[in-house]
């Protein structure tokens, strides 16, 4: 087999692989919970925050994001044309972890740590739209999706090439595709709202 055939596999499988390690159900295996057991029972940030507190999300986040950068910086070093499948790959590997019996977290995190090493630039202005319609909703869910459907506008916007594109618009239906149920709670009134964050309604009802 070629070289660089077999280096470019390689490379993929180690993204999956990476993309399988779950910051929540890792840290969760030391404490002796699996947070897919308690809250929404899904393994990621908004379930660990809710479920252990904002330290345990943290690590669970810095974990999430770190492998999706690790992942991309591998296919970057070793196989650059295919950084956006190996992007791709770990951000599927968070949603059907390997390790974990294939029930993992959404994918957000691990894409926003990809996007810092593939297109750093576009990570603010997606930040903003997620901050944004936090603070005016309180659905972290919907905030993600819309920050990720926003992902192709930019992209069309900054004119940039096909890999990026597809991989934009990739995301942005993967990403609507993992918070399905988020949507459907959403249309049947019953998500649950984060409600700290909602600060302009906090501060409308005090005036």
């Known amino acids: 087999m070629d070289a660089r055939l077999m280096i470019t596999i390689a490379v993929l499988l180690a993204a999956y ?32 925050l809710r479920t252990l507190g904002w330290r345990f999300a943290l690590a669970v986040v810095s974990i999430d994001i ?7 910086w591998l296919a970057l070093w070793l196989a650059p044309a295919w950084a956006y499948t190996a992007a791709a790959l770990a951000v599927a590997g968070h949603v059907w972890p390997l390790w974990h019996g294939f029930r993992g977290g959404k994918g957000a995190a691990t894409a926003v740590g990809a ?53 934009a618009l990739w995301l942005a239906v ?14 049947r009134g ?14 409308w009802t005090r005036a």
Do not use: M
């Open 190 to 203: 019953c998500e649950s709202r984060f409600e700290r964050a909602r600060l302009l309604h906090r501060w």
């Open 115 to 167: 996007l810092l090493v593939l297109w750093p630039q576009a990570v603010l202005p997606l930040l903003v739209v997620w901050l944004l319609v936090l603070v005016l909703s309180g659905y972290v869910g919907l905030a993600t999706v819309l920050a990720a459907l926003a992902l192709p506008v930019w992209v069309w916007w900054q004119r940039a090439g096909v890999a990026p594109q597809l991989f």
């Open 17 to 48: 692989l990476l993309g399988s390690v779950s910051g929540s159900l890792l840290l969760g295996r030391l404490r002796g919970i699996d947070i897919r057991q308690h809250g929404s029972g899904n393994a990621g940030g908004t379930n660990a």
């Open 66 to 72: 770190g492998k999706g950068a690790l992942a991309v």
């Open 174 to 187: 993967f990403l609507t595709f993992t918070h399905r149920s988020n949507l459907s709670r959403l249309r």
